[in-house]
Nanobody
Framework: QVQLVESGGGLVQAGDSLTLSCVAS??????FGWFRQAPGKDREFVAA??????????SESVKGRFTISADDDDDKNPITLQMNGLKLEDTDDYYC????????????????????WGQGTQVTVSS
């Protein structure tokens, strides 16, 4: 049974840091991503990582503030999202996503390309 379990969300103040963690099991995954979603809005790409060429991918809104990483061992766990310099607009539910494919280019940032999803963890940034 495939499971992606996120943790680490919470309430923080603007400018603070937070680390989200995702533990994936039940399958061999080759691409991991973090997305976020506000109520009534589409899921928004945040960051992705796999082991093809080019390194991690970030949305422009988080580039330079967020870092996605994964362990070097075979199961890649955990997949973390280090979030620094949090802003009010970073308030959202954050979701870990995974797929067995080495997603490249536009597929990395497309929520529809990821087959497996966690239940989400809430991040609230206050002023």
């Amino acid at each position: 049974q495939v499971q992606l379990v996120e943790s680490g969300g919470g309430l923080v103040q603007a400018g603070d840091s937070l680390t989200l963690s995702c533990v994936a099991s039940g399958h061999t995954f080759n691409t991991f991503g973090w997305f976020r979603q506000a109520p009534g809005k589409d899921r928004e790409f945040v960051a992705a990582i796999n082991w093809s060429s080019g390194g991690p991918t970030y949305s422009e809104s988080v580039k330079g503030r967020f870092t996605i990483s994964a362990d070097d061992d075979d199961d890649k766990n955990p997949i973390t999202l280090q979030m620094n310099g949090l802003k009010l607009e970073d308030t959202d539910d954050y979701y870990c996503a995974a797929d067995s494919a080495q997603l490249r280019g536009r597929l990395r940032v497309d929520a529809e390309a990821y087959r497996y999803w966690g239940q989400g963890t809430q991040v609230t940034v206050s002023s």
